[in-house]
């Protein structure tokens, strides 16, 4: 099957890769002639597991390409994935979705024969039935473009795995004809027995928010039980395992630290609370919106955490060290970053701060120049007063105490992450403090 895919960011770039691997030939677009041109040499402007390997395989078979012409797209494909970027609107509630309708309002004048245009963009509910009216008008081909919402469920550091065995895939459709479309499209996935659920475009745009903030929800309870753990003596690691172990909840996802960030989740969790207030569900509102406070308040918590663990220091002209940039491990992605906010605010009560990152130094260095970065995990100990752990990389969790030791000024370290074996870091003569554990 010939296909598009319209955007080439954190969303197209591993769906378009995908698509190749499953055997379509596969047509990539973007407004950026650079990206376009590292693209078609194999070259991957984002970190993703597999992606590189993959990206570079499928460019030098022709299997896939990019361009920055939408017409070329228009003349090659007959099936479109619009997965272009919805940040959040400059109300800070709503989805910004000017580029869904961007893409839309350059593609459709060139479509002049049937097609499926599948959004794979997080919108708010309503948005495919304003981009099908928009296509019918603009395209010659009209009605006899289909329009199927088909929202994604990527987790960012395992994007291209969640393309080619996803949990479950999602069709918001109105016809016969979209359905099929979709099916064909990703015959290869359900074939292997990936359940498909087949819904109305309504169904399909609720369904992305209400997981995603979901997840934002359970993160956000167990940090508020973290700092209860915290207050009364508690240990936030063993309730973990006590929730976890019951199959209606289960501890994926369950684990405590400095809060939910990336491009997806802050995002999510906000637009979907004010989908719930202008469709006058006020407790639920209610119920979405503490949960956004709580995430909010994590990096007050960590700065908490550090103050306490400095004792009589001040974190004023404090060299801190920062283990981690990306919001998550397994991306270079820093939009929304817990970390970087931490770093930021340590840079900002006056301390001197260094930060680590196995891949995301370079993003963060474009969206923080103002911290010191190093890129080699010992040296960035070096006169240390304390280490804070931000991002749970697992090039962390393996680190040998012994040897990294020496390197700090002070052997003092936060886990904002719990998810060190402090023992062993004690062991080797670090004092570890973590969030939602008693002191030791």
Not at 228 to 233: L, Q, S, Y
Not at 370 to 397: C, F, H, I, N, R
Not at 398 to 407: C, F, G, K, N, V
Request: charged share 20%; with cysteine.
């Amino acid at each position: 099957m010939r296909v598009s895919v319209i955007g080439c960011g954190h969303l197209g770039i591993p769906h378009a890769a995908a698509m190749a691997e499953l055997g379509h030939e596969v047509l990539g677009v973007d407004v950026d002639q650079a990206k376009v041109d590292r693209l078609n040499a194999g070259q991957c402007p984002i970190y993703e597991a597999g992606l590189p390997e993959l990206l570079a395989r499928h460019t030098a078979g022709g299997q896939l390409r990019f361009t920055t012409d939408v017409r070329e797209a228009a003349a090659f494909a007959e099936l479109h994935f619009i997965g272009v970027g919805t940040p959040i609107d400059a109300d800070g509630r709503s989805y910004d979705t000017a580029q869904v309708f961007g893409a839309i309002r350059q593609l459709a004048p060139h479509l002049d024969r049937p097609c499926t245009v599948v959004g794979k963009s997080t919108v708010t509910v309503g948005t495919t039935a304003q981009v099908t009216a928009l296509a019918h008008r603009l395209a010659p081909a009209s009605e006899r473009v289909e329009v199927v919402w088909n929202p994604e469920f990527l987790r960012e550091g395992h994007a291209v795995e969640d393309t080619l065995r996803p949990d479950r895939l999602i069709a918001g459709v109105t016809t016969a004809e979209g359905e099929k479309a979709i099916r064909a499209v990703y015959a290869g996935i359900i074939d292997a027995g990936v359940p498909i659920f087949v819904t109305d475009p309504q169904t399909a745009e609720l369904a992305k928010g209400a997981a995603n903030t979901f997840l934002g929800l359970k993160i956000s309870y167990i940090n508020a039980v973290a700092d209860m753990c915290e207050a009364a003596g508690g240990d936030v690691s063993q309730i973990v395992d006590i929730l976890g172990i019951d199959p209606r909840i289960g501890a994926d996802g369950m684990r405590p630290g400095i809060g939910y960030g990336g491009g997806c989740l802050p995002k999510d969790v906000r637009a979907f609370t004010a989908s719930a207030r202008q469709l006058g569900a006020d407790q639920a509102a209610t119920l979405l919106r503490a949960a956004e406070v709580i995430n909010e308040q994590r990096t007050n918590v960590a700065l908490s955490l550090i103050t306490r663990a400095l004792s009589d220091r001040p974190v004023k002209n404090a060299r801190i060290t920062v283990w981690g940039a990306a919001f998550k491990p397994g991306t270079n992605d820093v939009r929304e970053s817990p970390a970087l906010a931490l770093a930021q605010a340590l840079q900002q009560a006056g301390a001197t701060v260094t930060v680590h990152d196995p891949q995301a130094v370079p993003t963060a260095m474009i969206r923080n120049p103002e911290l010191d970065y190093s890129e080699d995990l010992a040296e960035s100990l070096d006169g240390a007063d304390l280490v804070v752990l931000a991002t749970e990389w697992p090039e962390y969790q393996t680190a040998d105490p012994h040897a990294l030791a020496s390197r700090p000024r002070t052997a003092l370290l936060v886990d904002c992450r719990t998810t060190l074996d402090a023992q062993s870091w004690r062991e080797a003569g670090w004092t570890v403090h973590q969030l939602g554990r008693p002191a030791q």
